[in-house]
């Protein structure tokens, strides 16, 4: 496992660099004393400033993985107040994406399908207990929200005699202005395995 220590500590210093009011206005989410009220895939935490901890609320349980943390900073610091396009582009449309996207495939794209290609449906029901609203994309689509300005698509088409289920994962044309494109990797992985495992709770 990479050692992450570094890039944590740089987020923290960017974190630290920002103002609370800013950040609350520039991320979307509330302030809550001298901190930040997160809703990370159904898992609720304070985002305590300056300091970065990371303060679970209400019944969530655990601690986040660094690398969330970091993807967290790295969301909660951009200085700027970005708008959805509209528009859908792929992993390989963002900057530097088109070198990594078979890492990125395997990542995040290879285990949705693995997951979920036998029973599409079951993406769309557990993404829609978060707030993901279905898109019409594919033979299941479904849009969530994972942070406020940052819109994650997922589409999946079913197996037929020809072909095997396959699948894709989208982002809003803004996402470039918002954070790296290594980052995108984290993020999708990182809703393709908390959908699997908030799946299970979903009846």
């Known amino acids: 496992m990479a050692d992450l220590s570094m890039a944590h500590e740089v987020a923290l210093k960017k974190f630290r660099a920002c103002t609370l009011a800013d950040m609350a206005r520039c991320s979307g989410y509330p302030i809550d004393g001298k901190a ?22 209400a019944n969530t349980d655990g601690e986040l993985p660094q690398a969330t943390q970091i993807l967290i900073l790295h969301y909660l610091s951009n200085p700027t107040e970005v708008v959805d396009t509209g528009k859908l582009i792929s992993y390989k449309e963002l900057p530097g994406g088109a070198i990594y996207i078979k890492p990125f495939s395997g990542r995040s ?22 707030g993901g609203q279905s898109n019409g994309l594919g033979d299941v689509g479904v849009t969530l929200r994972v942070f406020p300005r940052i819109p994650v698509t997922l589409v ?14 989208l982002f809003d044309a803004s996402a470039a202005a918002i954070l790296p494109t290594e980052d995108y990797a984290v993020l999708a992985s990182g809703v393709v395995f908390g959908l699997k495992k908030i799946m299970g709770k979903v009846s």
């Open 36 to 57: 930040l009220a997160i809703n990370f895939l159904g898992a609720h935490y304070k985002v305590e400033y300056p300091s970065g901890n990371f303060v679970p609320v």
């Open 156 to 169: 999946l088409w079913r197996a037929d005699d020809e072909f095997p289920a396959s699948g894709n994962i």
């Open 109 to 130: 794209i290879d285990p949705m399908v693995r997951i979920f290609g036998s029973n599409p449906d079951r993406l769309l029901e557990v993404a829609t207990s978060l």
